[in-house]
């Protein structure tokens, strides 16, 4: 089974957020083994270069198979593209991490580690929505895949 | 103060889709009235046609002022760009309807009695996680208008 890493920053704060999310996670459960790693948000420190050096100092230390940054900057693909291509990924990839940056994104540090960039839209997001918009395309990817009903 | 409203096919099932979508709606009392109207989803008709027919013409009924519809295959904005977009739009109505079709879409009628369309995303959400997007993206447009500290 599929290992899908979510390496994020920040915490889901509401409780909605955290049900939302959960509901996702809890159907990601038949189709693959799905780790969420929450690091902290480093805010306090202030200087935006301080906090995006050390949120990316963290983010690295947990990357691991094929790796995919979230950037809004990047190349978007329709559900249906995204779920080709995760197939594609999952044939020579037994582990794939999603990477959600912080306020200030990520350094080239960890643009560098990304085996890609992908964009979800132009708009920015705040993370907690920004996780749910993720863990459900990636929900989306797998019906698609498996040619349940659930897209459309 | 400018009204907004959402004109949307299928309500939210869900607690946490309400509850999330109350969030945006309690936050943007302060820069608009905004009104959600719910139309009910017609996929009991069966046919695709015939759900796309009868839902477009209840919407029909209900587009007031500048009319934007959602439409994923649309040109889309950064949320700065659609922030400034929506302030053009605001000085010359004050009224804004924003159109989210049901699961099939919309017919030709709607599009032609919409003023502009836009997209989000290439990739398609469910309506309830689209619906918080959308109002979160309404909010942040007031936010970066109004130079408040939300956007980044």
């Given at each position: 089974m599929l290992t899908v890493n979510l390496v994020c920053v920040g915490?889901?704060?509401?409780k909605f957020s955290r049900d939302m999310a959960a509901e996702y996670e809890k159907r990601l459960s038949a189709f693959c083994k799905l780790n969420i790693l929450e690091l902290k948000e480093q805010?306090?420190?202030?200087?935006e270069n301080l906090i995006v050096g050390k949120e990316s100092e963290e983010i690295l230390q947990h990357l691991k198979g094929f790796v995919v940054l979230c950037d809004v900057a990047s190349k978007q693909l329709s559900s249906e593209n995204f779920a080709s291509h995760l197939a594609d990924v999952s044939q020579r990839n037994s582990c794939i991490t999603f990477v959600i940056g912080g306020s200030f994104g990520v350094n080239d540090k960890v643009k560098r580690a990304a085996n890609e960039k992908i964009s979800f839209s132009q708009m920015t997001f705040p993370h907690n929505l920004f996780r749910i918009m993720l863990l459900e395309q990636i929900y989306r990817a797998f019906t698609i895949l498996n040619g349940k009903t659930y897209h459309k």
């Open positions: 915490n889901l704060k509401e805010n306090h420190l202030g200087d």
